[in-house]
């Protein structure tokens, strides 16, 4: 029975409703390297997992989480790692020339967290001075296998961008992306697939960096929020297994109050509506839904829920883009939408006279790809992409006045 999860990934009857996404991605995958593209939290971690745990042709995947990774011998060494721990991959870094034998028996071992971690930073300053021949020395084993191998390497955009933020290791964000392209269009290297996803726009960083094409060998394949249908379905089975009635306008307001269907936002809808009624445990009525999405879904309850939205904008936008777009996200929330020419007025302001309007069309399609806003081409406006989004931005951001 379906569990209601808000926070880590599905997995098994918890993952819903996207099955004919998973079966293109896997079909996808057959012939060449996909890129999974969308927002924080849409099920991206979820949909990797599922073609982990049953999986549609005969491929072994290598599943490494990047987001902490900072240069290129700690990926080299997190693969290594994660082959030696898959009892069918081990054999294949078993031989490598600068692994000893003492190390890698620590890789399959039961150790404590703190001894793996020494060995961790070992075997990457082994790495660390040549990791380009190194990672061509695995490579090599990993073509060599039977089977196809798929590395997902979840939140790659995130790492490099951490590489392309300190001046020292930027140069080798790009060696690191070229390197990894050179190995996809290898000859030698036929049986090996990339899945890469995340959270941060990947285009965005590549053009800050002057490497837009470096990718251009990926599919991009985008996961959207769920269709009103299977919206519709998730609350009915979540209801179904907690024991819950909720009548049918009930079930409709939930789904209008959060707007766009992020699977995320119904998971958090539905847990605060449990959770009010197994506190009080009165009829779930519309009236009630709406007071409990502004006292708790908007309140400070869930604000953690949603607070990357804000965050996100100091981490992965200039200091002067960051505060243009505050300024206008403030306006999106108060008055709904706004014309792209008042919009580049707003940015006027925060930029002063080196305002771009390249710059300002750059700064709208990133916002436009990081699920801030979207635009209207009839209207030629902008407006928050999703309602819960603005709700909780005039909450909690609305009346800020200081830029
Ligand atoms: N297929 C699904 N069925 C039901 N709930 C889902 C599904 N996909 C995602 N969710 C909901 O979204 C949450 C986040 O899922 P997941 O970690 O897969 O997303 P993500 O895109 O990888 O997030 P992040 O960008 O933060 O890494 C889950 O805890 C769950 O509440
Ligand atoms: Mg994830």
Sequence with gaps: MIENRVGPPVRGEDFYGREAFVELVSEKLKVGHVLLAAPRRFGKTSVMYRLIDAPRWNYRVVHADLQYLSEPAELITHLIEKLAADDRLSKIVKGLSYVPKKLWSFFKGN????????????????????????????????????????????????????????????????????????????????????????????????????????????EQLRLDPFPPKIAAGLIDLLAEAKNLSLSKPTRKRMLNLIGTPVPYFIQIIFSEVAKAYARDGEQVTPKKVDRIYRDHVLGVDCKTYFDHYYGRLRDYYRPHEEKAAKRMLREFAVSGSLRRDACFQFYKEIVGSAADTDEFVRLMTDLENDFYIRFDHDARSYEFSCKLLRDWWLRHYGMETGD
């Design 111 to 218: 150790f404590e967290e703190l001894e793996l971690l020494q060995i961790r930073l070992k075997l990457r300053d082994r790495i660390r001075p040549q990791w380009q021949q190194s990672g061509e020395e695995l490579f090599k084993r990993v073509a060599a296998a039977e089977e196809t191998i798929i590395f997902f390497l979840d939140e790659f955009p995130m790492m490099i961008d951490a590489m392309a933020g300190e001046e020292a290791s930027r140069k080798e964000a790009k060696t690191l992306l070229r390197w990894l392209r050179a190995l996809r269009v290898s000859p030698e290297i036929k049986n090996v697939r990339f899945l890469i996803a995340g959270s941060i726009g990947i285009g965005h960083v590549l053009t800050e960096l002057g490497e837009s094409s470096s990718i251009n060998d990926f």
